[in-house]
């Protein structure tokens, strides 16, 4: 059983462009949550999808966006990229938000030049 | 808002006991979680607690007091591989973490 997966691993964009980062979530897991991770710092929340709605955001500007598919895979848009989104961006999933647990993914690392 | 402190770094030897301890300042409280990251991979859950008290996995166990926002991390018999960063998260209802800044646990020979 696979667990949750994310892609690319790594990605280097320059200030201003765009991004878009893939998560598909563990068999089974519906909710899918979105954190970022700056050097030093805990995984800070973003947002969270359950059935392709966003259900909580968490203080992040509208530049970041997210999707998620049917097949309960999501995407994380980040648009007009800072330097200050260089970070690792990790994905979770749980079955539902009954759920204690969370499961992540090993992460994007983004960095912006 | 909602804020949760823990120590940044703690050293022990191998075969050790360790205890991380995290207070937090929140709102909607549902229970406190901890994680383990070794450098820079997925973060993996240890445990949560929802209720006060002990909850036992093996070689770690973590505490909760509500009364006094205030839960700890007790790791025993401490191994090479228990270095890593260590996260206490406050849960929600939908069960999305709000994050320490982590502590960063290194283990000697």
């Known amino acids: 059983d696979a667990g949750v997966t994310q892609s690319p691993t790594h990605l280097i964009k320059t200030r201003g462009q765009q991004v878009t980062l893939r998560c598909s979530p563990k068999?089974?897991?519906?909710?899918v949550s979105w954190y970022q991770q700056a050097l030093g710092q805990g995984p800070q929340f973003i947002f969270q999808?359950?059935?392709?709605?966003?259900?909580q955001r968490g203080n992040f500007p509208d530049r970041f966006s997210g999707h998620q598919f049917p097949n309960y895979s999501s995407e994380l848009n980040v648009n007009a990229l800072l330097l200050g989104d260089s970070a690792l961006y990790l994905c979770?999933?749980?079955?539902?938000?009954?759920?204690?647990?969370?499961?992540f993914g090993p992460g994007t690392r983004l960095t912006v030049l | 808002g909602q804020s949760l402190e823990q120590p940044s770094e703690v050293t022990a030897v191998e075969g050790a006991i360790v205890q991380i301890n995290c207070t937090y300042q929140?709102?909607?409280?549902?229970?406190l979680s901890w994680y383990q990251q070794h450098d820079g991979g997925a973060p993996t859950f240890l445990s949560y607690?929802?209720?006060?008290g002990l909850e036992e996995t093996g070689r770690f166990s973590s505490f909760l007091s509500r009364s006094d926002s205030y839960g700890y991390l007790l790791l025993q018999e401490l191994q090479m591989k228990d270095s890593a960063s260590y996260f206490c998260?406050?849960?929600?209802?939908?069960?999305?973490?709000?994050f320490g800044k982590g502590t960063m646990l290194l283990v000697s020979p």
């Open positions: 998260a406050v849960r929600d209802e939908y069960s999305t973490l709000t």
């Open positions: 979770a999933s749980s079955p539902d938000s009954a759920y204690n647990e969370q499961f």
């Open positions: 929140t709102s909607g409280f549902y229970g």
């Open positions: 068999s089974g897991h519906d909710t």
């Open positions: 607690n929802g209720l006060d």
């Open positions: 999808y359950y059935e392709e709605e966003e259900r």
